[in-house]
């Protein structure tokens, strides 16, 4: 008789040469530290992650342990068209460090294979940006002023302050991602990948005006530079030019410059009050509009020095900044609808689950939570 349980046996799943590279940077390990934490030469690390050689059992558990993801991401690959990835818009360029740009772009790659699998299930909200005739290399403060203007009446914004960028953005499609990324030379830096642009902001200082600069900033890139390689050469012309946008776009020039009609630094912490951006932009947008002096705008900046407010100023903290709600939300409706349980989705995207909590903005522990659901007896006040 036949053993109807007798099985061929499986072929053991390889691992994929890419994704141990992959999982080095994302962690910010250069070679020669990673190859040290191996006990391995840097030789033979480049050797596994161009697939020359596979790692032994015992550097493939290293390799788990050092990296903290599931043995799983090592042998999955990932369907990416990296032809529809965009360069990321670094503004700190020259002065970050390689390993802090890999890392963060892989961090960046990573919410796009979140939002890949989302989009499985949920019907995000579209890409709703307007296109502009606009050319980088010849653009000028003119037409961005008007291209600010634009992006505001496409979003029927008015002309007033908006309080709530994050939300006017997610509404129209850009996915931000915020978390803590432990660069002093990085507030933010955006990407269009696959067709949708990504925001990942520096949670490392949880201040609104600093947050809505950055977004206005990262909006002007995506807007503005999409298709276009960064590199230390034009990096300077694309930051202002993107800077140039935030403030027109902040702090609209039919409003504001109305609303300048004192030079004290007491009047502008009221302007701040209202608008949500900081003391220092308005000085530098009213320098901009030509709405005050060279020499008040000195007299401005002398005041900010002398009374300690050039780094941090007064209000920074007074207002709620909101957290980005597009991919909690998400979760939440695949989990509480029953489409998937926390445990496929962790399974489904072979990632460490607390890199899914942290680029989705869930409390932590959101997919480690085991809630035992209790019961009174029935009868029990009988």
């Known amino acids: 008789m036949s053993n109807i349980f007798r099985t061929t046996p499986a072929t053991p799943p390889r691992v994929v040469p890419e994704r ?24 033979a690390v480049g050797q596994y992650e161009t697939g020359q050689i596979a790692p032994s059992a015992e550097a493939l558990s290293k390799i788990i342990a050092a990296t903290g993801q599931p043995p799983s991401f090592f042998t999955t690959n990932r369907p990416r068209d990296v032809g529809s990835f965009g360069s990321p818009f670094w503004r700190g360029l020259k002065r970050m460090n390689k390993p802090d740009r890999l890392r963060i772009a892989r961090r960046l790659e990573w919410a796009w294979d979140i939002i ?17 005739d606009w050319d980088w290399e010849t653009g000028d403060e003119h037409a961005l002023e008007r291209i600010a203007g634009a992006v505001r009446d496409h979003w029927q914004l008015g002309r007033g302050p908006v309080f709530h960028l994050s939300k006017v953005l997610e509404a129209n499609g850009v996915i931000i991602i915020k978390e803590p990324v432990d660069c002093e030379d990085m507030d933010a830096v955006s990407r269009w990948q696959g067709g949708r642009p990504f925001i990942l902001c520096s949670a490392d200082r949880d201040e609104l005006p600093r947050f809505n600069f950055d977004l206005a900033h990262e909006l002007g890139h995506i807007l503005l530079h999409n298709g276009v390689d960064v590199t230390s050469e034009n990096i300077n012309k694309i930051e202002r030019q993107a800077n140039y946008f935030a403030g027109a776009f902040l702090l609209p020039r039919e409003v504001f410059s109305r609303e300048v009609v004192s030079t004290s630094v007491h009047y502008f912490l009221k302007l701040k009050e209202r608008w949500r951006v ?14 005050l002096s060279p020499t008040q705008v000195s007299y401005l900046y002398r005041q900010l020095s002398a009374k300690g407010m050039r780094k941090r100023e007064p209000l920074d903290t007074a207002f709620k900044t909101e957290a980005p709600s597009i991919l909690v939300a998400a979760l939440d409706m695949l989990i509480k609808h029953g489409v998937r349980t926390k445990a496929e989705i962790v399974d489904a995207l072979n990632l460490n689950a607390q890199d899914i909590e942290m680029l989705c903005g869930t409390e932590k522990g959101f997919f480690g939570e085991t809630v035992v659901q209790l019961r009174l007896k029935p009868n029990i006040y009988a």
């Open 116 to 132: 890949s699998y989302i989009e499985g299930f949920i019907e995000l909200p579209k890409v709703n940006l307007p296109v502009f």
């Open 20 to 43: 141990i590279r992959e999982a080095r940077e994302a962690r910010g390990y250069t070679v020669e530290s990673f190859a040290e934490m191996l006990g391995v030469t840097r030789q």
């Open 278 to 291: 900081s003391v220092a932009a308005m000085i530098y947008r009213c320098k901009e509009l030509g709405i």
